[in-house]
Nanobody
């Protein structure tokens, strides 16, 4: 199975930036979609961004469009989430996840489609 580990979280003031990393022990063709999700205390886990790692198709939640960018480094088996202009409402535990998708196009934004999950990294935005 694919093992995922997030890093790069921390505390930052509103308007600041962070880059999260999701390192995988192994990527295979059976896990061709990688997504970033977040969950604040008392709230449901929601999709933030995703990438189809074969062709680089990406998708974003409306709340982060123009501020967050998902990318990958295939040689390092790592997916990144560049987070700019952070807002207090971005405060949450951030998770990366992966699943197998057939066909072409963007990956699903729904957490129910993802099978493999990391342990999460905390992002806290003040002010």
């Amino acid at each position: 199975q694919v093992q995922l580990a997030e890093s790069g979280g921390g505390s930052v003031q509103a308007g600041g930036s962070l880059r999260l990393s999701c390192a995988a022990s192994a990527y295979t063709s059976s896990r061709n979609c990688v997504g970033w999700f977040r969950q604040a205390p008392g709230k449901e886990r929601e999709g933030v961004a995703n990438i189809y790692r074969v062709f680089g198709y990406t998708g974003y939640a409306d709340s982060v469009k123009g501020r967050f960018t998902i990318s990958q480094d295939s040689a390092k088996n790592t997916v990144y989430l560049q987070m700019n202009n952070l807002k207090p409402e971005d405060t949450a535990m951030y998770y990366c996840a992966a699943y197998q998708r057939a066909g072409i196009g963007a990956c699903s934004i729904s957490k129910d489609r993802y099978n493999d999950w990391g342990q999460g990294t905390q992002v806290t935005v003040s002010s």
